[in-house]
Each structure stands twice: as C-alpha cells, then as structure tokens.
Nanobody
Framework: QVQLVESGGGLVQAGGSLSLSCAAS????????MGWYRQPPGKQRELVAS???????NYADSVKGRFTISRDNAIKTVYLQMNSLKPEDTAVYYC???????????????WGQGTQVTVSS
C-alpha cells in the first residue's frame, strides 16, 4: 500500500516564497511520475508541474520561471519550490505519484492529502 504525505504550504504575502514536499511510503518498485496539482476555490484541479523518472519536467504556463519541481529518488520525495507568489496561486496543492509496487507487482496511482497555500495581496 502506497501513501503520500505532504508538508509545507501556509500563508505568505505576494512576492514571497513557499516550499512543498511530498514523501511516499510503501513497497514501491518504481515511481515513474511525480506531479503537483492545485485546486483554486471554486475551480477544477489543474496540473502545476510534473517530473518523470527520466528527468523530464513540465510546468503550467502560469508558473514557468517562478516554480521549480525536483525529486529525490532515494527517499521517494518530490518538492515544489514556489517563488514570486501571486494571489492567483492561492489553492489547495496536491501531489500525485504513479508507478509499480513490489509484491504484488501492480500499478498504483496515489494522491496526497492536500495542503493549503494562501497568498495575500
């Protein structure tokens, strides 16, 4: 069974920075995909940034140049460094991971519990 635990987030003024982390636990053979999503109030969840096991990285246009995603494979953790935050970045942020478990060998897709990021103007 795979579990994801997020940390970080909080309240910051516009222009400030926050860092999120998401650590996975369980009998994982691989973590092929790691991503951060966000859901602003009253809106749908959207992809913010993703990184695959080959190091390929994608960012939403709205965060390019301000957010940085990274991963530490040894501890199965993904990070999101958020700089130059804007009020429109306010949302609940979720991490997501995909891969395969060991014993039994099967695919998994898990989400973190979500963490609130609030940017005041």
């Amino acid at each position: 069974q795979v579990q994801l635990v997020e940390s970080g987030g909080g309240l910051v003024q516009a222009g400030g920075s926050l860092s999120l982390s998401c650590a996975a636990s369980g009998r994982m053979l691989s973590v092929n995909f790691m991503g951060w999503y966000r859901q602003p109030p009253g809106k749908q969840r959207e992809l913010v940034a993703s990184i695959d096991d080959g190091g390929g990285i994608n960012y939403a246009d709205s965060v390019k140049g301000r957010f940085t995603i990274s991963r530490d494979n040894a501890i199965k953790t993904v990070y999101l460094q958020m700089n130059s935050l804007k009020p429109e970045d306010t949302a609940v942020y979720y991490c997501r991971m995909q891969g395969y478990t060991l014993s039994p060998y099967s695919a998994y897709e898990n989400w973190g519990q979500g963490t609130q990021v609030t940017v005041s103007s």
